[in-house]
């Protein structure tokens, strides 16, 4: 027991650990049985026989996913927007964010307007497509990239962040021969990391779900991203058909349930990979960027 530590203090203690012990499970067993029955044989759940872990471990619903010769094009696909995307997302946000930081800008209020006023009204779905294939964007990669570069709520949680690093240490840098563009680079975002890894997470997570502008703006199988092709041969062909394109005999022991929850793994794989490496900037980030004026 700790010096000035009560009995009921350390009881409180322990009923709080066993309360957030308790939350945690239920948090994760939704996903765990996710897990469970994308690798559990067939009969085991059609009988609903599920718990937490299979009876025994097979891995059918995974080969017919990975081994399909066009799931491995929508992962290329889907990688590039995600890496590009997140490159042009960061970086058009942040040379936005910069300038709408300063109270020198002229302007600034009348931009800022029309920031926060893109947050509540949108030109709208048939509109932003017409512009998109007017500017030659359709059918390619980056109609999943330029139309959502700049997130306005990103641009104004990163603009109180330049806001709140203090002016001396922007001057001391012109006094010693830095331009704008090397006050941004050498002195501004070093001093943003926390942000920018938040946004980093923020744009990755968006780009690598993308689905409604693939449907809207892809046409060509070829450029599918994974989402688009997991739910096309989730919900548009048979098992029978989804083992042909994958190149498998008929016999594998799949049902559209195991291929659903395999599907959901192989989506979602990524990003909980990522998150753990940024996810120590994640709550400082937002809180220093959200509590500037």
């Given amino acids: 027991m700790r010096i000035g530590e009560t009995w009921s203090s350390k009881l409180l203690d322990g009923v709080n650990i066993l309360l957030v012990v308790?939350?945690?499970?239920?948090?994760?067993?939704?996903?765990?049985?996710?897990?469970a029955t994308s690798i559990s044989p067939i009969d085991q759940v059609l009988r609903g026989g599920i718990i937490l872990w299979p009876e025994r471990i097979i891995w059918d619903a995974y080969k017919v996913i990975l081994y399909n010769s066009n799931f491995v094009r929508s992962i290329y696909v889907t990688l590039f927007a995600t890496i590009v995307g997140t490159l042009v997302n960061l970086v058009?946000?942040?040379?936005?964010?910069?300038?709408?930081?300063?109270?020198?800008?002229r302007g600034r209020g009348f931009i800022m307007f029309f920031v926060l006023f893109s947050m509540l009204f949108s030109g709208g779905m048939i509109p932003t497509y017409i512009i998109v294939k007017s500017m030659g964007l359709f059918n390619t990669v980056w109609a999943l990239i330029l139309p959502g570069a700049i997130s306005a709520f990103n641009l104004i949680i990163l603009k109180n962040f330049?806001?709140?690093?203090?002016?001396?240490?922007e001057e001391a840098a012109r006094i010693d021969g830095c331009r704008n563009f090397g006050v941004?680079?050498?002195?501004?975002l070093p001093l943003s990391m926390p942000a920018l890894a938040t946004f980093t997470l923020f744009y990755a997570v968006g780009?690598?779900?993308?689905?409604?502008?693939?449907v809207l703006y892809i046409t060509k199988p070829g450029l599918w991203t994974v989402q688009v092709f997991l739910r096309q041969m989730i919900f548009q062909g048979s098992?029978?058909?989804?083992?042909g394109q994958a190149g498998l005999v008929t016999d594998i022991q799949v049902i559209p349930t195991t291929i659903q929850m395999a599907a959901i793994i192989i989506a979602t794989l990524p990003i909980l990979l990522v998150y753990p490496f940024l996810q120590k900037h994640f709550a400082k980030g937002v809180l220093l960027g959200s509590v500037k004026g």
């Fill in 92 to 105: 058009m946000t942040a040379f936005m964010a910069y300038p709408l930081a300063k109270k020198r800008l």
């Fill in 162 to 169: 330049f806001q709140g690093i203090p002016e001396e240490l």
């Fill in 22 to 35: 308790v939350i945690s499970l239920l948090t994760l067993s939704p996903f765990l049985y996710i897990v």
């Fill in 239 to 243: 098992t029978q058909d989804v083992l």
């Fill in 207 to 214: 780009n690598w779900n993308q689905f409604f502008n693939a």
């Fill in 184 to 188: 941004l680079f050498k002195i501004v």
